[in-house]
């Protein structure tokens, strides 16, 4: 059995980081562990432009100890009028690594996505000219469609239309949810990958009504039937460079979440590697762990390898029952409950 692994340090290929003192309050939780993460740009206004994007990576390396290292790569959030020039901005920036599709209205402050995808077609050739990666939330907003069937309906509608009239646009689907999702990916050319989170892999729908309505295990995508989980699984630990980390993690004060009309967002930035290292050895696939955290990401980025290393050690502890968040609190996954895997400082 192994005790302890060392894998080159992660990188955290999604994340939710907030702004302000809710921010400073989680920051450090994603510096411990990872060199670099995709910072999603769903703030409220959204982060629509390069000095926008600019501004708010130095509000998070002013929220972090000087020493940490981490790095954020910036993103913009898509919207019907992002204009072919931004994407230049951005590409001279050399801090603006891609952009966030999200459809209007599928979650958390997206109000300000794009409505039609014909929209954004100049600016999606002028992304696929420069190799900026487009990352996508993939559900459909139809008020008709089941809720556990928005991603699949996503796919048919959305996306394989748009991976074949854009060749040469590279896609992050993020965080799939759906043994549709998998096969998408490994169908579609090496230009298209996948993001998967811990929750997406440890859980299954049942979750969300074990022993009542348990606000913390809402997310967007929602958590899927108990064989969609086994397809993520599955391909996490398969090796294939298409599928890596990227938590999602996505903070919420505890008053947002436990409510009669509760926000989506998982927080598992607190244990992040700690949980997927967790799924990986239960599946008997610890040696699969460093290829999804630490080199599939960066590889398809066009990014280097992090040069740092990362020590896991198996031994439990207890996650705190919430941590502090601005002036709320944010009650993280497994709150109160074991881990089995812990970093060494
Ligand atoms: O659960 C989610 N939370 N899904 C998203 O797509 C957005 C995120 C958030 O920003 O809270
Ligand atoms: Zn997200």
Same mark, same amino acid.
């Given at each position: ?104 209205? #599928?979650?958390?402050? %997206?109000?300000? !996505?794009?409505?039609? *995808?014909?929209?954004?077609? /100049?600016?999606?050739?002028?992304? &696929? +000219? ?124 505890? #008053?947002?979440?436990? %409510?009669?009309? !509760?926000?989506?967002? *998982?927080?598992?930035?607190? /244990?992040?590697?700690?949980?997927? &290292? +967790? ?67």
């Amino acid at each position: 059995m192994t005790d302890s692994m060392t894998i080159t340090r992660p990188d955290d290929w999604h994340l939710h980081l907030r702004d302000g003192a809710a921010m400073a309050s989680v920051a450090r939780h994603t510096a411990e562990r990872f060199a670099r993460a995709i910072i999603m740009p769903n703030l409220k206004p959204p982060v629509t432009t390069t000095a926008q994007a600019l501004a708010y990576r130095q509000r998070i390396l002013d929220a972090l100890p000087d020493d940490t290292g981490f790095e954020p790569l910036m993103t913009l959030y898509l919207t019907d009028n992002t204009e072919p020039a931004e994407i230049a901005r951005a590409c001279e920036s050399g801090k603006v690594m891609a952009v966030k599709y999200y459809p209007a209205g #599928a979650t958390t402050n %997206s109000d300000a !996505g794009v409505s039609r *995808i014909e929209n954004t077609y /100049a600016t999606l050739d002028a992304m &696929a +000219e420069a190799g900026v990666p487009l990352l996508v939330h993939g559900e459909v907003v139809d008020g008709d469609v089941d809720v556990f069937d928005r991603e699949a309906a996503f796919i048919d509608h959305v996306l394989l239309p748009l991976t074949r009239r854009f060749e040469r646009l590279k896609i992050v689907f993020e965080h799939i949810t759906t043994s549709q999702a998998v096969d998408f990916v490994l169908d579609a050319s090496e230009r298209v990958a996948a993001t998967i989170t811990p929750q997406h892999l440890l859980l299954n729908r049942n979750a969300l009504f074990s022993g009542g309505l348990r606000p913390h295990h809402y997310c967007l995508p929602v958590l899927k039937r108990e064989r969609h989980r086994q397809a993520l699984l599955d391909v996490a630990i398969s090796g294939s460079p298409k599928f890596f980390l990227g938590t999602d993690s996505a903070p919420h004060a505890r #008053a947002a979440k436990q %409510s009669a009309c !509760g926000c989506a967002g *998982i927080y598992s930035a607190h /244990a992040a590697i700690e949980l997927y &290292a +967790e799924i990986f050895d239960q599946a008997g696939a610890l040696d699969q762990l460093e290829g999804f955290a630490s080199h599939h990401g960066p590889d398809f980025y066009g990014l280097p390898r992090n040069s740092g290393t990362l020590t896991l050690r198996r031994e439990e502890w207890q996650a705190p029952a919430s941590y502090d968040f601005g002036d709320d609190t944010v009650v993280p996954l497994r709150a109160g409950q074991s881990l089995h895997w812990r970093i060494q400082a």
